[in-house]
Structures are given as structure tokens and as C-alpha cells.
């Protein structure tokens, strides 16, 4: 996609807010509508899906799937107004336009385009600045050729859910948005719209049947990793614990259900055990929120004996009750086997995995019980929209292979790719996606 494509798409999505159709489907489709019928010449007009689909691809650059336009159509059908009518006939594929006109003055989306456009310029010099200054200039791209790139690696995320690791030609692109983030906020924050717009891009073009919208939302259960309960509890950094609410928030926002397993707070038990009786380790996130908080060993034994309350406080439930001796029949049933030594061999080594010791293999019999609690619970109890929430991309793509590719783990990204539309703050879940690729 050209920088215009993506411009004109920032200034279309600006502040929307509501939902799947009416925040993602409604907006460009609206707009192509409203084009075709000022470019007519009598005040009626019947017109098609078809029209619709070729006038996207004339101002945006994309294409969005006829089914997709044509279930929009019937949704906007729905909606009459003194500025935007439209009466579908044949399931939404042809419909009568009554009206269409812009809610607001055409020149705001020009100048939220222009202003745009004048970012992307100034963002394109600064990163030819610093690859020059950096010496990474021979092979490298410009900004925008690696968000087009990436956005084809997008639609591959939702046509296949697989994530894509980026080219290795686009290493100076990572570099520079953490420079961004730490000299240039005001154009890091335009690389995460640029980004989002291309997340916007792929979706719109996706032809993977979407979810479906309820008064409920998705009604999913999420049952959360060590890292990102330690986060909630603001016992990591600053920056993790910040990302651990958004997306908590996403889901809770989406109609999901947050929970977490005895077996996780027992995990998370260890870590601050280890913690209270010998100091955090420095470098860990726990070391940073002690730092930064000023905890004692008190105080870190204060919220070990109250972790459950602590948790539950913030919302999330412990599911199921944990049992006087479930620790010792997860230990019985996995020490030993030889899952364990090929996951501790497959993953990255974590700084959290410093408390738990390496030779009872805890942090492993922890996670391949979650896969197996959580693959058993969508197996026989027909609960197809449980999943178990962690950053540990390593740990998904372990598990995802042991179960043939239908793993039950998600990373967060994927949450917030997939639950954005779901009444969800857009400038927050676009911060939250870049973080996720930093």
C-alpha cells in the first residue's frame, strides 16, 4: 500500500469506538457509499457491492471481501438518518441509495490526511537519519515499504494464525522504533498510527470469517500466566504491568472472563518466596517494582499470604478450587517425563525462571499442565473459547506443535488483534499492538 492509502485510512478510523461492524466494516464502506452517490448525477441511485468494492480499491488500495460488504450493507440499512439512508435488496448485493452525505465537513478527513501525510515525511527523514548515522543504511528499507510488507504478514496472521517472524532485513526498522520510543515519543506514537492502520488494512481484507458480535461479546475465558498476573499486581516493570490492565481490560471490555489456576499462584508463590527470603534478582521485572516501590521483604511477604484476596481484588478468579493436594498429583503425573526437558531445551531462558528451581522443572510442569488443563476443558466440556494468556511466544509455538498446530495458548498480541473491535479503546490497543512487536 502506498503512505496516501495509509494516511486516508488514519483520518477515516479516528476515534472510533463502538464495535466490529460499526468501528471496523461501517466507516469505509460509509464512505465509498457516500463517494459514489456525490459522484452521481441524480439524487437516487441503486448500486452493488461490486461498485462499493472497486471504489475501496480505487481511494484505499485494498480489497475487502464481497461477502463482508455485503453484510455491512444490510447493517447500514438498518440505520436511517436525515444524512446516510441506503434500502438493500438481495441479501445487501444491490441496494438503493436514499442518502449519503459526510456526518462532518469532507475537509476535516483532508486535513487530518494532510497532517498525516506531512508526519510520514517527517518520520521517513528521521529514519534515514538514523540508519545513516547507525551505518545500517546499505540493504535497508524505507519505513513505510516495512509497514506495507508487514501488513501482508498481518493478513497472514488472521487468514492461517501463525505468527510470521519479521524479515531480517527489517532489523534497523526494530532498532529504530525503540529509538523512537526513547528520543522521539511525539513520532513514535505516529509510527504506532501508521502501524494501526495497517492492522486496519489487513483486517478489512481478511476473508477468515470473523467473530461474531453479541450483547455478551465473545464470552471467552482467559486463564492468565505468571508474568501477566505478576504484572496486574504491579510487581514487574512499569511498562509490563501497564500492558497487563490494557489487555485485561481489552477482554474484560470484550465480554471475556479473566481467571487464573491455583496451580499459577502457586508458581507465582515460589517466585515471591524466593523473593522475600533472598532478594530479587537483579534485572527481573519483580527487581524493578521492588526498586521502584520501595518493597521490603514485609511487604512482599504481606501480599505472599494474602495473594489470592490481591488477585480477586482485581478482578480475575481463581477457577477451579484448588485442592489440598493438587501440587503433589501435578508433580506425581509429570516429573520425569520427557515433555518437560524438551520444553526447558526449546524455550528462551526468562528472567522470572531464576526463582524456580531448575531441578524439580516447577516453571515446566506448570505450563504443560496449563496445556493440558486447557486443551482437556476445550475437549470435553465443550468450552471451544478457553485459552491460557501468556508472553512467552516460545511457550506457544511448543505447545501449538505438541497439539498438531490447534495449541491453546495465545500470546497477547493476538488478544488484542483479535478483541480490538470489541469495544475497546483505539488509541490504547494500538499502543498496546506496537509494544507487542518492539
Not at 523473593?275 to 527481573?284: H, L
Request: aromatic share 10%; with cysteine.
Amino acid at each position: 500500500m502506498k503512505a496516501s492509502n495509509y494516511a486516508l485510512i488514519s483520518a477515516l478510523y479516528a476515534d472510533k469506538t463502538r464495535g466490529l461492524y460499526s468501528d471496523i466494516y461501517f466507516p469505509i464502506i460509509k464512505y465509498a457509499i457516500v463517494k459514489l452517490y456525490v459522484e452521481a448525477s441524480d439524487n437516487q441511485q441503486y448500486s452493488s457491492s461490486d461498485a462499493v468494492h472497486d471504489k475501496i480499491f480505487e481511494l484505499f488500495g485494498i480489497k475487502i471481501p464481497h461477502v463482508v460488504i455485503a453484510k455491512t450493507v444490510v447493517k447500514l440499512s438498518l440505520q436511517k438518518s436525515t444524512t446516510f439512508e441506503v434500502q438493500e435488496y438481495e441479501n445487501g448485493n444491490v441496494f438503493l441509495i436514499k442518502a449519503a452525505y459526510f456526518d462532518e465537513d469532507e475537509k476535516s478527513f483532508q486535513e487530518r490526511e494532510n497532517e498525516f501525510n506531512i508526519k510520514l515525511h517527517e518520520i521517513e527523514s528521521e529514519y534515514q537519519e538514523f540508519i545513516e548515522r547507525e551505518g545500517a543504511a546499505d540493504g535497508a528499507v524505507r519505513f513505510t515499504d516495512f509497514i506495507s510488507q508487514n501488513t501482508e504478514s498481518l493478513l497472514g496472521f488472521f487468514e492461517t494464525e501463525t505468527e510470521e517472524q519479521v524479515e531480517e532485513k527489517y532489523t534497523s526498522v526494530v532498532f529504530f522504533l525503540d529509538y523512537l520510543h526513547k528520543n522521539n515519543f511525539a513520532l513514535y506514537m505516529v509510527a504506532n498510527q501508521l502501524f494501526w492502520s495497517s492492522v486496519i488494512a489487513a483486517f478489512l481484507q481478511s476473508s477468515r470469517p470473523q467473530v461474531n458480535e453479541t450483547a455478551k461479546g465473545l464470552e471467552a475465558e482467559y486463564f492468565l500466566d505468571t508474568s501477566i498476573a505478576m504484572g496486574l499486581l504491579d510487581l514487574s516493570t512499569e511498562q509490563n504491568g501497564q500492558s497487563a490492565r490494557d489487555v485485561c481490560d481489552i477482554i474484560k471490555n470484550s465480554g471475556g472472563r479473566l481467571k487464573i489456576h491455583p496451580a499459577t499462584l502457586e508458581e507465582m508463590k515460589t517466585i515471591l518466596a524466593s523473593v522475600a527470603q533472598n532478594g530479587a534478582y537483579p534485572g527481573t521485572g519483580i527487581a524493578n517494582a521492588c526498586l521502584r516501590r520501595n518493597l521490603e521483604a514485609n511487604e512482599i511477604t504481606r501480599i505472599l499470604l494474602n495473594l489470592q484476596k490481591e488477585v480477586e481484588s482485581l478482578g480475575v478468579v481463581v477457577f477451579p478450587m484448588a485442592q489440598s493436594d493438587m501440587m503433589r498429583q501435578i508433580v506425581s503425573k509429570y516429573k520425569g517425563k520427557d515433555v518437560l526437558r524438551q520444553l526447558a531445551e526449546s524455550r528462551k531462558s526468562t528472567s522470572e525462571s531464576t526463582y524456580i528451581s531448575n531441578s524439580d522443572q516447577f516453571r515446566e510442569m506448570h505450563d504443560i499442565f496449563m496445556d493440558d488443563y486447557i486443551y482437556d476443558r476445550q475437549q470435553k466440556s465443550g468450552k471451544t473459547n478457553c485459552y491460557f494468556l501468556t508472553t512467552n511466544t516460545d511457550l506457544i509455538a511448543f505447545c501449538r506443535e505438541r497439539h498438531g498446530g490447534k495449541g491453546v495458548m495465545i500470546s497477547t498480541s493476538k488478544v488484542i488483534l483479535e478483541l480490538w473491535m470489541h469495544n475497546a479503546q483505539p488509541a490504547k490497543v494500538s499502543s498496546c499492538v506496537l509494544t507487542e512487536t518492539r
